[in-house]
């Protein structure tokens, strides 16, 4: 993903500065992807082919960060804390079905710490969702809020396919500890205190 938005989305960007999305037309959230930006773009690719098809709907949109958020204002992106970063709204945006959490081989996504934000914030709504009457719905989703859902470059775990990795999840999730997470830079790293905070 680094190469992507560098060498491409940047590019198509530059004159109107603006993400993307706001320059192709935005749409609404109905999954949230979580991923990690080390991974290969075939994969990251395959990986939302998979789920695509796994969720069997008309239309599937996808909030991915690198083309939802501007590029040229990435700081105003992050919001002032957790709670008013774009990644925050997309995954409470009442649209929103759940979370795809993009996985390659060593499960690096799980030891990112915007990631783990992202797996804790879904986790937070599907409780809500799990306890939502018809008068609640409008503000954690949907009634058929499916939480957090991985999927690889060759499937979905759960599905019948992806399993090649389940072994590799379970370590990770076994081993993880909030303060390991890494991030890309120090700011990000500063950031991870607020989920430390939430959690």
């Known amino acids: 993903m680094y190469y992507v938005v560098g060498n491409l989305l940047q590019p198509l960007t530059y004159q109107q500065k603006v993400s ?4 192709v037309g935005p749409s609404e959230v109905i999954w ?10 075939r994969d990251f690719k395959n990986a939302l082919e998979h789920h695509n ?45 759940g979370t ?9 996504a799980l ?16 409780e809500i969702s799990e306890g939502a009457t018809a008068a609640t719905a409008a503000t954690v989703g949907s009634m058929d809020y499916h939480g957090l859902i991985f999927c690889t470059s060759s499937g979905v775990l759960g599905s019948g396919s992806g399993m090649d990795i ?14 390991d997470a890494e991030a ?16």
């Open 100 to 108: 795809t959490m993009v996985l390659d081989s060593d499960v690096k």
């Open 184 to 199: 890309s830079s120090a700011d990000d790293k500063r950031r991870w205190a607020c989920l430390q905070h939430i959690s």
């Open 166 to 179: 389940a072994l590799t999840v379970a370590k990770r999730l076994t081993n993880l500890r909030l303060e």
């Open 32 to 41: 949230f992807v979580s991923h990690f930006w080390g991974n290969a773009f």
């Open 53 to 97: 098809s796994w969720a069997e709907a008309d239309m599937n949109t996808y909030w991915i960060c690198s083309f939802s958020n501007n590029q040229w204002a990435v700081f105003e992106e992050l919001g002032e804390d957790c709670e008013t970063s774009s990644f925050f709204l997309a995954i409470k945006s009442p649209s929103c079905k």
């Open 20 to 23: 993307y999305a706001e320059l």
């Open 111 to 126: 030891s990112r710490s915007w990631c783990l934000f992202e797996v804790l914030q879904t986790r937070l709504a599907s």
